[in-house]
């Protein structure tokens, strides 16, 4: 019974979409929609960003179905270290947009976006380090980088003692190619996969090639908690575990997800909900003095409700759903992420 897919129509039955506000863009939106999912376990959440594909939202959709279907692994552990994640806004906003997280011991600075130029990512580096002198400073330039702006790019942000740099490169070839030339130069800077791993069909190569000294997993995106603990367990690599810019309901699973693993040695991207105005439920999983409640928040019909997009937005989720339903169906039995 555990492998059986819920019907396409029960799904759709328990299915709420809302789209809600961000704080401060992010991923160069403002808004996130999200599908809240309600099984008999509790809540899901299913939120690919809009331009993704079936094939890689099916993913996303097998991780709302487990959430709502299957319980959590069970745990003691009761809170979790979590980073707080700065976007890549200018120098003038880096204390506004920080002073929103309760005391942070690490931050997660984003780097190389598009359209800014390396200066403005040693601006707002600086500036957070100036700001947080204790805290321990990651970056994620989401492949915003070549081989060649990277080497230079970590040489000059490397002076402000980083924990590690998240997918400086696209390729997997060039993340090793990377390690090998910050080497040579002796620049002493550990390099974590994120996009390599998630949006790859073999999450294990990043491993197998030493392609990275540390790997970010997320649920939604792995296709769930059991699936990326698998990935875990198999890659023999420590892993960070992030969020996907999720709801309340996402950040429970991630939590559940990060309580579970048998080693934690790094902050999780789990305090994103800092980053919304407002939240599916009345107790957003937020973080306080760096650390997250590991538990599953409630979710509210009356956030549901005003919250809910208008009935094309509503269509347009429900095609997705159907789509990505059809990916999981076809999908051999055993090799289903919901084993
Ligand atoms: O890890 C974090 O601190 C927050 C999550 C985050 O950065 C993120 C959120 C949505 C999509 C991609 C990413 C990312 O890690 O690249
Ligand atoms: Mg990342």
Redesign the pocket.
């Known amino acids: 019974m555990e492998n059986q897919l819920p019907s396409l129509d029960e799904l759709k039955a328990n299915s709420f979409v809302v789209r809600l506000p961000l704080r401060v863009k ?2 160069a939106v403002v808004e996130r929609e999200a599908l809240l999912l309600q099984g008999p376990a509790g809540w899901g959440e299913f939120s690919p ?1 809009l331009e993704y594909e079936p094939a890689e939202a099916s993913r996303w959709l097998a991780a709302a179905i487990e959430s709502a279907y299957q319980p959590y692994p069970e745990t003691t552990v009761q809170r979790i270290p ?4 700065l976007p890549a806004v200018s120098t003038e906003q880096v204390g506004r947009v920080l002073e929103q997280y309760d005391a942070p011991h690490t931050i ?1 600075i ?1 780097v190389a976006e598009r359209g800014q130029i390396l200066q403005d990512d040693i601006a707002r580096v600086a500036e957070t380090r100036r700001l947080y002198p204790q805290a321990a400073l990651r970056v ?1 330039a ?1 492949a915003g980088w070549t081989a060649q702006q990277a080497v230079a790019a970590l040489a000059r942000l490397s002076e402000y003692d980083l924990e590690y740099a ?2 400086p490169v696209p390729g997997i070839d060039d993340l090793a190619r990377l390690r090998e030339d910050l080497a040579a130069r002796h620049i002493d800077l550990k390099i974590a996969a ?2 390599s791993v998630r949006k790859h069909t073999d999450p294990l190569e990043v491993s197998r090639k030493g392609a990275a000294d540390l790997m ?1 997993i ?1 649920a939604q995106p792995l296709g769930g908690i059991r699936q990326a603990l698998q990935i875990v367990a198999e890659a023999g690599l420590d892993a ?1 575990v ?4 999720d709801t309340s309901v996402g950040l429970g699973q991630g939590a559940a997800l990060a309580a579970s693993l048998p080693e934690l040695k790094y902050a ?5 909900g800092t980053l919304y105005k407002d939240d599916v439920t009345e107790q957003p999983l937020l973080a306080e003095a760096g650390y997250l409640q590991v538990r599953r928040p409630g979710v509210s019909r009356q956030k549901l409700r005003h919250y809910s997009v208008e009935p094309e937005g509503r269509q347009r989720w429900m095609q997705r759903l159907e789509s990505c339903y059809a990916i999981l169906a076809g999908q051999d039995l055993a090799q289903r992420p919901l084993a």
């Open positions: 992010f991923r960003f979590v980073n707080a994640t997660k984003k994620d989401n998240e997918q994120d996009e970010v997320k960070v992030s969020s996907a810019l999780c991207g789990l305090s994103t």
